[in-house]
């Protein structure tokens, strides 16, 4: 079985544009949710969806949005990119009781 | 101030020696977990407490909710060890919030 699978691995993008972050989870795990890691820093969480509703949402800026889909895969976008989102995205999908959280390798996002 | 605290930030052991690793939380919690991390990116969940202690292989983790802490432990500790771990915490309201991980050297 794979395990979660994240897209793209690595991109580059400049300031003011949009991107797109992928994640598809563990099959049979039907929440995920979002983290942004800059370098040297610990994980921020970002979003959780279940049953393809948020249920959680960190402290980040409108121009972040996510969304799940009826397989449970998820779609991170960012609008209007700034330098400081520069970061590892990452992904995480669990089963509903959380018992174990499962990483993706997540997307290295560079804006320049 | 973080809602999660773990201390020491870097910690550098000779291969045999026992780690601890400790995490402070100030949200109410429902879950808490620790994780490695690789260099590189890769995360890998290695408990998920709820209360109590549980045990796998050379790894212990412990927790008081009274306290609002927990602690990680690596018996006879070896070069492989050598990552960062992560403290997280779901919050009643579904929020994960994540400590600055513990950058653990072990040296042979």
């Known amino acids: 079985d794979a395990g979660v699978t994240q897209s793209p691995t690595h991109l580059i993008k400049t300031r003011g544009q949009h991107v797109t972050l992928r994640c598809s989870p563990i099959s049979g795990h039907k929440s995920v949710s979002w983290y942004q890691q800059v370098l040297g820093q610990g994980p921020q969480f970002i979003f959780q969806y279940y049953e393809k509703e948020e249920r959680g949402r960190g402290n980040f800026p409108d121009r972040f949005s996510a969304r799940q889909f009826p397989n449970y895969s998820s779609e991170l976008n960012v609008n209007a990119l700034l330098l400081g989102d520069s970061a590892l995205y990452l992904c995480a999908s669990s089963s509903a009781r959380a018992n174990v959280l499962t990483f993706g390798a997540g997307s290295r996002l560079t804006v320049l | 101030k973080n809602e999660v605290e773990q201390s020491p930030q870097n910690l550098t052991a000779q291969e045999g020696e026992f780690i601890t690793i400790n995490c402070s939380y100030s949200?109410?919690?429902?879950?808490l977990h620790w994780l490695q991390q690789h260099p590189g990116g890769g995360i890998v969940s290695l408990f998920m407490?709820?209360?109590g202690k549980k045990k796998h292989g050379r790894l212990i983790a412990t927790i008081n909710i009274q306290e609002k802490h927990s602690s990680l432990h690596i018996t006879a500790s070896h070069p492989r060890d050598s990552a960062v771990y992560i403290c997280?915490?779901?919050?009643?309201?579904?929020?994960?919030?994540f400590g600055t991980g513990t950058s653990l050297t072990v040296i042979p």
């Open positions: 949200v109410g919690i429902s879950a």
């Open positions: 997280a915490v779901r919050s009643a309201g579904n929020q994960f919030y």
């Open positions: 407490l709820s209360s």
